[in-house]
């Protein structure tokens, strides 16, 4: 078996072969094009599918990295929300300065949470659930806060959307598909940047194998709940990015268990853990998705419930063949990521 | 605002408890014994609730006359699924049987909705408005029914835990996997089995449920929360846990549906949950790791 | 000579059992000691105790005069204590060299120096042609060598080594022997270690302690050790000291 030369050892974190990076310059062009000949109702469509790819990304940070399951991530993206419309809604403050408050309010949840959970031992399912178990209890109290528009939602005054306002976050949607095109590029250059430093290596170790990282000298609580608060902040820009970009929220909607369960499904599907896997992941489910409604339009049917049960079979399907997401044999197959005898799951991309 | 709860809201809370502790049952057996927690749980009641909604529409029956074979279809459907799709990840870290079951979950519950459409169903039953009165206690007939038959189905498990054979074959498998196939008990097998029962009683619990709640499948979803809370704080494993745990959280939302809004119900019984969670992870009865 | 590690009346019982029953013995600076015993003595009890991975009942350890029980594990190999399980944890996914990049960055925040690091390591322990892949597909003598670079990586002041030699074929355990008293000799590189393997023990420790049903029963050097009476007995039973 050959191994790796150790260059490419050191490159940890770049595991991109030469054909990989034009590969991906090429993706990245075109993502940037797009509106240029795109509708709206295309451009609509590519917004969802980087929030959700985004919100993957931040959800990975904890589950992919750290080995931290959480089902209740659409905490923190609710929180984000709330916290900037609020603002913005009661006290005029734009998104720009909301956005501090809503990851301020996401870290602290993340911390009662991660406080909570790890000083108290709650570990694997027993701690998804007492994800869900918050995720719950704020949605159910949210409804009952008239400040924030209660059960009947939190609305946003709409403005005209033909002239962009960056600061304030209005504009057409070309604007907004810009400003979430860019969120997600950071969030995959912050991952990235992340895994290639002590941090990275200590969140898998962590992942692998808690005790015998302890062993090695690592504050495992100190770590773990790093992850949850950067992960919880991150979720909470892309509440804040919701909140201005459909302008209404609702707890029922925004706080809800499938809501949840639809952040975790691009990273599964692209992979959990790797750098790549949920924007590949979103790459793969949303246009699964809408192929799957327009067929239907075109069929004359329309049956609430079709594309969340294909969504669901995926979900299963991935999780029986393929657990490790299907972005790494893939892109390994492509020639797109270094090939190795035996991949390194710190370097894949 | 009165704190005096009139008793027929607890007696309420009691009876419903009952019904809910039984579906719970079914979490719990599979939990104890696969040491899977089933994700599905609320699908597989409401399931069962419309399957008693469809015998009632098509061939008249009663909810409780419609159980055995609601029950009877769902062992068979739960049997199938531990053999055939969760049987494969056995080995493999435990959360990942977690979010398998959560995608069946999302397959079911749209399946429903494709199917049935979001509207609520009700079933009704000619005694639907009578009620028994005894005292002070004003008591519905269907949700008197209801409970004696979770007490029935509840009984009838656990002696089939403690008596039978194939019961007690069962339960040495939960306690050590390793030394039951060391025995040469055929382990795949039983944990079908035991999956096919834990999927039955959840159904059976269903059939109950119509009698006291529509039918909708964006039901599935809060009752299976429902039944983690109640096994969780239970005590996840024990049978006896999980009855007490279904009184406990039925009683508790009558009163805090009664005393608050109730809209708010379910606040107590997650903050009930987190408490539980945190301080005593193994439940009220459950055994401690 | 300075005692590097010091422990006192160490007890530790487990529901009414005691699998450590005052155990006090020290290991001097720069020095090789083997804890020997028959299956069940408390030694890897002892190590868990030692390495904070489990709480005294009684007792305490010293390292360098510092108490150092109660604290936990991580602040334990802060304070300069690196060990391995018994039974081998490497970090699955991650490949070999990453392994032990996790051990270096203890000393080491930044990743070019630790990894530097590591592979000095690697190297030292003849790894260095694996480097690349993952641990989860190394065979067990792999894994072992893997363990004692992960601790070794952690540039310790005390290795606590738990059978390491256990399933090593006989040139592998002189490998081993040679590497640690290489280290030893080299680095003044203080080592504890558990082994069952005597000719590991033999060649390599200044000083043995036996312990039984969780007792100190016999302390001493090697050549004194293996004719006891009572260690014989302890392994073999007494009629056959008779």
């Given amino acids: ?13 770049a595991g991109l072969t030469a054909r990989g990076w034009r590969v991906f310059g090429v993706w990245l062009a075109a993502l940037l094009l797009v509106p240029t000949v795109a509708d709206s109702y295309f451009l609509s469509v590519l917004t969802t599918l980087l929030w959700f790819a985004y919100l993957g990304q931040a959800w990975n940070v904890m589950m992919g990295f750290a080995g931290q399951l959480s089902l209740g991530h659409s905490l923190y993206v609710g929180l984000g929300a709330y916290s900037a419309a609020a603002l913005f809604v009661h006290f005029g403050i734009g998104p720009w300065a909301g956005v501090w408050l809503g990851m301020l309010v996401a870290a602290l949840a993340g911390a009662a949470i991660g406080v909570l959970g790890f000083r108290f031992r709650v570990r694997g399912v027993y701690f998804a659930l007492l994800t869900i178990a918050f995720a719950e209890l704020t949605r159910i109290g949210f409804s009952h806060i008239s400040w924030l528009g209660g059960a009947g939602g939190l609305f946003l005054p709409v403005s ?13 949607p070309a604007m907004f598909y810009y400003v979430i095109l860019v969120l997600t590029l950071a969030a995959l250059l912050l991952c990235r940047w992340l895994l290639g430093r002590r941090i990275g290596y200590y969140w898998q170790a962590i992942r692998e194998d808690q005790e015998a990282a302890q062993a090695l000298g690592i504050d495992v609580f100190r770590y773990k709940l790093a992850a949850v608060l950067i992960s919880a902040a991150m979720t909470a820009v892309g509440g804040v990015f919701y909140a201005f970009f459909y302008n209404n929220l609702f ?24 750098l790549f896997g949920p924007v590949f992941g979103g790459f793969v489910l949303t246009p699964l998705g809408e192929l799957l409604t327009w067929s239907l339009d075109r069929a004359g049917i329309n049956i609430p419930g079709a594309k969340q049960f294909v969504y669901g079979g995926v979900l299963v399907a991935i999780v029986i063949f393929l657990p490790d997401g299907i972005w790494p044999p893939l892109a390994r197959r492509l020639g797109l990521t270094r090939a190795s005898s035996d991949p390194v799951r710190s370097s894949e991309p | 605002m009165s704190f005096s709860v009139p008793p027929s809201v607890i007696a309420t809370g009691v009876l419903t408890g009952l019904v809910y502790g039984l579906g719970a049952l079914g979490l719990s057996v599979i939990f104890g014994v696969v040491r899977v927690v089933n994700f599905a749980h609320g699908e597989i009641m409401v399931l069962g609730m419309y399957g008693a909604a469809l015998l009632a529409q098509h061939a008249g029956l009663d909810p409780l006359a419609a159980a055995p074979l609601v029950a009877a279809v769902l062992f068979a459907g739960g049997w199938a699924l531990q053999r055939g799709l969760i049987n494969k990840l056995i080995g493999r870290p435990e959360h990942m049987q977690f979010i398998l079951l959560a995608g069946v979950a999302m397959m079911l519950v749209n399946l429903m909705l494709m199917l049935f459409g979001p509207e609520a169903q009700a079933v009704q039953v000619a005694y639907a408005f009578d009620s028994f009165e005894l005292g002070p206690l004003v008591l519905d007939k269907v949700r008197v029914y209801a409970a004696l038959a979770a007490v029935l189905v509840a009984g009838g498990l656990s002696l089939f835990f403690s008596r039978t054979r194939l019961g007690k074959t069962i339960r040495a498998c939960a306690d050590n996997q390793l030394g039951a196939r060391v025995v040469g008990l055929d382990v795949p097998r039983l944990y079908a089995l035991t999956f096919g029962i834990g999927s039955a009683t959840a159904g059976i619990a269903g059939c109950l449920l119509t009698l006291m709640v ?18 969780i704080v239970g005590g996840l494993g024990s049978l006896t846990g999980a009855l007490l745990g279904g009184l406990l959280i039925g009683v508790s939302e009558a009163f805090a549906g009664f005393l608050l809004l109730p809209s708010m119900k379910s606040m107590f019984s997650y903050g009930l949950l987190i408490l539980i969670l945190l301080l005593r992870p193994q439940g009220l009865l459950g055994k401690s790791s | ?16 059992l005691k699998a450590v029953a005052d155990v006090s013995f020290a290991v001097p600076d720069g020095a090789i000691v083997a804890l020997i015993g028959p299956n069940g003595a408390g030694k890897t009890t002892t190590f868990n105790l030692i390495a904070g991975a489990v709480a005294p009942n009684a007792g305490e350890v010293l390292l360098a005069g510092r108490r150092l029980s109660g604290l936990r594990p991580d602040r334990v190999c802060a304070a300069g204590i690196g060990r391995t399980f018994q039974i081998v944890r490497p970090f699955g996914d991650l490949s070999v060299e990453d392994n032990v990049l996790v051990g270096a960055l203890h000393r080491r925040p930044h990743v070019e120096s630790a990894r530097a690091k590591a592979r000095a390591v690697l190297e030292l322990l003849g790894l260095k042609p694996l480097a690349g892949q993952r641990a989860r597909s190394l065979t067990l003598p792999d894994r072992k060598r893997l363990e004692v670079a992960k601790a070794l990586a952690t540039e310790p002041r005390l290795l606590l080594l738990d059978e390491v030699m256990a399933g090593l074929r006989l040139t592998e355990t002189d490998h081993m022997v040679s590497l640690l008293r290489d280290l030893n000799r080299r680095t003044r590189l203080t080592i504890l270690l558990i082994e069952h393997v005597m000719r590991a023990v033999m060649k390599l420790s200044d000083r043995v302690v036996v312990l039984d049903h969780g007792e100190k029963i016999v302390e001493g050097s090697p050549q004194e050790v293996v004719v006891d009476p009572r260690v014989i007995e302890c392994y073999l039973g007494a009629e056959s000291v008779a």
């Fill in chain 1, 1 to 13: 078996m050959s191994a790796l030369s150790s260059d490419a050892l050191s490159q940890a974190g």
């Fill in chain 1, 160 to 172: 005209q959307r033909v002239n962009n306002d960056l600061a304030g976050l209005r504009g057409t």
């Fill in chain 1, 251 to 274: 707890p029922e909607q925004i706080f809800s268990l499938s809501r949840s369960i639809e952040i975790i499904l691009d990273v599964l599907i692209g992979g959990i853990g790797t």
């Fill in chain 2, 214 to 231: 529509d039918v909708r499948p964006l039901l599935a979803p809060e009752l299976t929360l429902l039944g983690f809370i109640i096994v």
């Fill in chain 3, 1 to 16: 000579m300075t005692n590097l590690l010091e422990v006192r009346g160490l007890t530790k019982s487990f529901r009414g």
